[in-house]
């Protein structure tokens, strides 16, 4: 058994880190883009 | 054997011939410390898994698994991999975007305090001495291996190769070297691994063959491992050990001049994402298959005197002779690379971070790196002529002290507006001498503390609560000032440049590529070890 959760660990450690880097760049390139938009618009 | 010394030959020629050429190109300081900051994600994945693995995850690392810790090793590397994630996320591209040149010279910009970048400087130089000499070692061992020469004369060879590269190439040769040898070993151990699978009667046969194999390590292919090679008396313990060197070795990649410093290469902020998102992928699954070689080995012949030459004994003994030549010349230049990287990031650190001193140019400044360089590798050759301890022992030692000492400093000094420098200097400076006093008494198996200092108390974990402690205190005692504050504020400013929608979408694809790996890593366990160890299939 501990095999088995073993395998589920080592697999989910990438599968962690790719969900960690999706969701920091999603959020990251939503606000900054937005942050670029309003800056453009109040410089026009 | 003389197909052997004539690789290595060759490997050694080249690996200079290269240093020699490209050091033609270094004009200034910034070239030759962060390679004009210019590199693409292959060339900074490449020098990021080089420097990981060196020579270490080729010999120790190996030894340590054909000695029955085969899954202590992959639980380790699979939660080390997320540092190369979370670890840019936290850290690597904020020391990006300071234009430093070194980690030292980032704490004294960062805390406008020229305190802080001399004791980030001490501790850089002692941690890449200890990791210098391991590879030393590491490479030596391979060239005696090779050559039959004696030890000191192997050392003393590959002192005056990797010196000599240093003093040219700097790190943009390092770098070049790093991804032809990336490349070299990648593609050469990919057909050595194979052939010494095969040799032992291939891949299906391979857990067949261990189950039956009478003379097989205690505990190999159980979760845990073999618990005496953790230093542990129970499973639990043996778990702990690879999760606590796996916390130590993220914070490692996260942090440490010789992974965390590359990032100051890149040629932008995503770069270093998406070369993260590749080392992580190959540290689990590349690894994985070099261990499956390893262990391999042990179907073939199991009696190996010195593990940690047992990819070195198949090398030469079980793999046509070609690609034998193509794996140890690639290790032996990814070790010389090491040297190298860890040489130079050694003399810069000592001319300019210790002691503040004004250069008349570029050149002398380089000059007088160099003369420190060769006093330091000198120190790191007698050290390695004594034999203090293995390959793997010494570059996790290397590792652990900079992790206790930097994880609070490096990691607050981006996520807290609060700590201020004093904070962050007693932080270093109570990691440091708190981890190297309880990692002493462990090391030198002085009791009751050998038996104390473990699991949740593992000396690692005693120098960052230490730490914490002292980065909270001084922060109270002496608060951030303005000029600090002026700095962090704009160190989380993300350079307009680099804020492209296509850019963004381009590192969520390595986000897919990891998840997919982690899954397809998973289904290979399950199925080709988990399930039939236990009997379901």
Redesign the interface.
Known sequence: MGEIIFSFVIGGCLVLAGIILIVASSRESKRELARLADSAETSD | MTLFIVGVIVSFSIFLIVGLLVGRTVKSADDYYVTGRNATTLFLAGTLFVSMLSVNGFTGDQGWVYSGNL?SL??LN??C??G???GP?VFGRYLRRTRCRTMPEYFGMRFSDLRNRRVAGVITIVSITAYLLATYTGVSILLQELTGLPFWACVMMVWAASTGFTFYAGSKGVIVTDLIMFLVFMGGSVFVCYFIIQAQGGLSELMPNLIANPYKPEGL????GNIPGTGADS?FGSIMYSVTLGIVWMVVFAVSPWQAGRNLMAKNEHVI?RAG?IC??LT?MYLLFLNMASISVLNINPHLEDPQRVLIWASINVVPPLLGVLLLSGIMAAGLSSDSTFLSVIGFSATTDLVKREFKSDKHLLSSSRKIMLGVGVIALILTLMGLAGVRIIAWFASEVIASSWLVAGVGSVVSKKLSSTGARWAMMSGFISFMITRSLVGLGIQPFAALFVNFLHPFFIGVAISLLFAILGSRLHPITAAEKEFYDKMMV?P?SE?V?KE??T??K??????????????L??FG???P??GYI
């Open positions: 899954t992959v639980l699979a939660i991999a997320i190369y994630i979370v996320l292919l159980n979760y845990h499973a994402l998102a992580a992928i689990v993300i307009a804020v929608a963004y979408a590192d969520r390595f986000g897919y590529l990891l998840v997919a790996a982690g899954v397809v890593t998973t289904t366990l399950l070890w988990a399930l160890f236990n």
